[in-house]
């Protein structure tokens, strides 16, 4: 194998995979890139997986020789980024690979591209185009609510659904929801419904943020998911479900609604959140007709309190949160104004805009705290 | 190639094969018998047959799969072992990446106490269990010594053990059934698995070249191995004449005369062995007994003389001596002890066993043991003394 390129675009494709690497693993070939080279199609590829994730990035290149090697990931990483900026030229011989750089010279020892785990099949064919900025927005909309509880796997990843006219996107953790809603024409797309682990979801905003690119292709398997993503494919396993029937879990007759402009709530819990209980993070909301208390009152700490304006339709009442589930909220949502649709005090809040983009629908579920009388 | 190729656990193996050809097969599996007689490698061969990419419970041995089944390195094989508590998680991805290459059960963790802990339960089962398969369809967990598993451990993974995600199959192995939660149990389908016949012992330690056994040793070792070639295997060929070696010196008389040296010789053995040695140790101080209690039984019976070098006594009535190296000292010990002696020997023997298995303090078993051998033999040479006088 032998090829040449130039050293910016190599530090951008090795970066594109690097995240995958694990620092330690008990295969020592999952430390290492896969790198081959297509003397065809004069480009080259490189593979990083951590057998959770795959992530495959291509790129041009003068290549002289095709071939294939894995070679030592962070070594790898270190050299191409500190070299000058000369063109840096690859060759490999046996397991050993040299890379030339100007008057740099390196030599490291590969594994053999056997040993890499054999990557699932995936292909292009099958997969379905998805607007990259929708699918950023879907994610970044719900997965700050995927569960980090070990004990209940099936929440550990978001859950990506298709009904005939919908795309959704639903991640919980017990304690708070968020689901996110398209409309559009998915009938094709019916019966895909997969969990995908929140880190090939974040890998896959990245890459779309380094990238550009406007069209996203998406490729639902049994057992995995692949994002094409312009040259780079991320393939990660699914998680087993089944998913919780969420559904049953938002209630439908909260009868009572909060409108509260959304900076102003934002920055109010922030301020009154500086003194809450580091536990329970509790912050009082008291709802009058017109005017919203915020109170924090932690023993031996202190206490915070703020006022704002509000529309509420109904008779006072008082309710808690933890103050970071309602941040991670507030902080999630679009538009001036949020709307709070309540039931009672201990019941969940139905969390929303309440200038909703056409055809979308982001819905925040939080589950209040009992509040100590 | 695949399962037929484990020697002696037929039952077992047709179990596994007659449950998957009826599409049958449990999602929980417990195997267990005695230690060394192939309960991981069938596990190992199970789940390698499984990947296979050739229909049917069977493995071609050339398929990318297989290949990496052989690495250890299948995506979708997860295999677990007790680790020691202490250990730091730097050093614990090396020693499992080692342990994997180098055949886990080969480690030597010294005296340290190896566990399955409940976030090693949680990390490498649970999680991964609700994982979908890297290349499918088929997901193994194989947790080795699965009564090593902590409480919580064991507590964690019960839920995973009802009822894990389809085509998941989860096999616990052990070698102390008694020893794990009944809840652990009910949950598992279990296959037991025997000791070998010796022919088959002695045709796995011929089987591979690695061990460099000759076929005379080969036989002896087989005999010392009681059915179960794993411990052969994990002495190794010149392991083990050094054991036999070991356990004829303090047989044999010359280890114990006095009592600074037997006390320094308890010590030894209770501080410089992992408790999986002093078993070992003292089950050979058993065939030890049984070597002596044979060739007593015979002499007594009439048969061959006292005569040194028995060795050609005729036909079937000539027992089968395993420390054939050490023959002199067996007749010698023969010769000067009764039935008693050598019935109170192997009671005491025995019962340091089972106090070792206990977790008993080892140092105070050994001393006992060895005083107990030590006051045996005296009593033994002064009686022979005094019968002597008289004669």
Redesign the interface.
């Known amino acids: 194998m032998k090829f040449s390129i130039a050293r910016g675009d190599l530090d951008k494709a090795i970066q594109r995979v690097l995240a995958v690497v694990s620092p330690?693993?008990?295969?020592?070939?999952l430390a290492n890139l896969l790198l081959t080279a297509d003397e065809k199609a004069k480009t080259i590829s490189l593979t990083a997986t951590d057998?959770?994730m795959t992530v495959t990035t291509a790129t041009a290149a003068e290549v002289e020789a095709g071939g294939g090697i894995t070679l030592p990931a962070k070594r790898f990483a270190e050299i191409v980024r500190a070299l000058g900026d000369a063109d840096v030229s690859v060759s490999v011989d046996g397991e050993e690979i040299s890379i030339r750089s100007g008057k740099s010279n390196f030599r490291i020892v590969g594994i053999p591209t056997?040993?890499f785990?054999?990557l699932?099949k995936s292909d292009m064919a099958d997969a379905f185009d998805v607007d990259a900025e929708l699918l950023t927005r879907m994610i970044e909309k719900v997965s700050f609510c995927v569960s980090k509880d070990?004990?209940r796997?099936?929440l550990?990843g978001a859950y990506w659904e298709f009904k005939a006219d919908t795309m959704s996107m639903t991640a919980t953790d017990g304690h708070r929801l968020a689901t996110f809603s398209v409309a559009g024409k998915f009938k094709k797309l019916a019966g895909n419904d997969m969990i995908v682990?929140p880190k090939a979801l974040s890998h896959a905003v990245r890459i779309i943020g380094a990238e550009g690119g406007d069209g996203v292709k998406v490729a639902a398997h049994?057992?995995?998911v692949a994002f094409f993503i312009e040259g780079t494919t991320i393939n990660s396993?699914?998680?087993?479900g089944p998913f919780p029937n969420y559904q049953q879990v938002i209630p439908k007759d909260n009868d009572k609604t909060l409108l509260v402009g959304r900076d102003d709530i934002t920055n109010a819990v922030r301020r009154v959140a500086v003194l809450s209980d580091t536990l329970t993070h509790q912050v009082k909301l008291t709802l009058g007709k017109k005017k919203l208390d915020l109170t924090v009152s932690t023993p031996d700490v202190g206490e915070a309190k703020e006022e704002l304006p509000c529309k509420f339709d109904s008779d006072k009442m008082e309710v808690g949160y933890n103050a970071n589930y309602l941040l991670d909220v507030l902080k999630h949502l679009d538009g001036d104004n949020v709307q709070f649709s309540l039931g009672t005090a201990v019941g969940a809040a139905v969390v929303s805009s309440a200038e909703p983009a056409e055809g979308e629908e982001h819905t925040c579920l939080l589950m209040p705290l009992r509040l100590n009388k | 190639m695949g399962l037929e190729r484990i020697k002696g656990q037929d039952s077992a193996v047709s179990l596994l094969t007659s449950a998957y050809a009826s599409g049958r097969l449990s999602h929980a599996y417990l195997f267990h018998g005695p230690d060394g007689v192939g309960k991981e490698a069938v596990a190992l061969e199970f789940a390698r047959a499984l990947h296979c990419e050739t229909d049917g419970l069977e493995s071609c041995g050339s398929c990318?799969a297989c290949?990496?089944a052989d690495?250890l390195?299948h995506?979708d094989t997860h295999l677990i072992f007790p680790v020691p508590t202490t250990i730091k998680?730097?050093e614990l991805?090396e020693l499992?990446?080692s342990g994997?290459k180098a055949g886990f059960r080969d480690q030597d963790f010294g005296r340290k106490t190896a566990v399955i802990s409940v976030d090693t339960v949680?990390?490498e089962v649970?999680?991964k269990?609700?994982?979908?398969?890297?290349?499918?369809?088929w997901k193994v967990f194989i947790i080795a010594d699965a009564d090593r598993m902590t409480t919580e451990a064991a507590n964690?993974l019960l839920k995973t053990l009802e009822e894990p995600?389809e085509q998941t199959v989860i096999v616990l192995t052990t070698s102390r059934p008694t020893a794990l939660p009944a809840t652990v149990i009910s949950r598992c389908q279990r296959v037991a698995f025997g000791r070998l016949s010796r022919k088959d012992v002695e045709a796995v330690l011929l089987a591979d070249p690695r061990l460099g056994f000759e076929p005379k040793e080969a036989k002896a070792a087989a005999a010392m191995a009681q059915g179960c070639p794993g411990v052969a295997v994990r002495s190794g060929r010149a392991g083990l004449a050094g054991e036999l070696r070991s356990v004829a010196l303090i047989m044999g008389g010359s280890r114990l005369t006095n009592a600074s040296s037997l006390l320094d010789e308890a010590n030894r053995l209770a501080y410089r062995l992992g408790r999986d040695e002093q078993q070992k140790f003292l089950n050979l101080m058993l065939l030890w007994l049984r070597d002596v209690l044979q060739l007593s039984q015979l002499r007594g019976s009439g048969g061959s003389s006292a005569g040194t070098g028995g060795g050609n006594a005729s036909g079937t009535g000539e027992p089968e001596i395993l420390y054939a190296g050490h023959r002199a000292e067996i007749e010698r010990m023969a010769d000067s002890m009764n039935v008693d002696d050598l019935e109170q020997l192997i009671h005491k023997v025995d019962d340091a066993r089972r106090a070792i298995e206990r977790y008993s303090n080892p140092s105070i078993v050994f001393t006992s043991v060895l005083l107990d051998l030590a006051v045996v033999r005296k009593r033994a040479s002064t009686r022979r003394g005094a019968a002597h006088g008289v004669r």
């Open positions: 330690k693993t008990t295969l020592p070939v057998l959770d056997e040993e785990p054999t699932p070990e004990t796997p099936s550990n682990p049994q057992n995995h396993r699914l998680l087993e | 990318s290949r990496m690495g390195s995506p998680p730097a991805a499992k990446a994997l949680l990390s649970v999680v269990a609700n994982k979908r398969p890297y290349i499918g369809p964690t995600p």
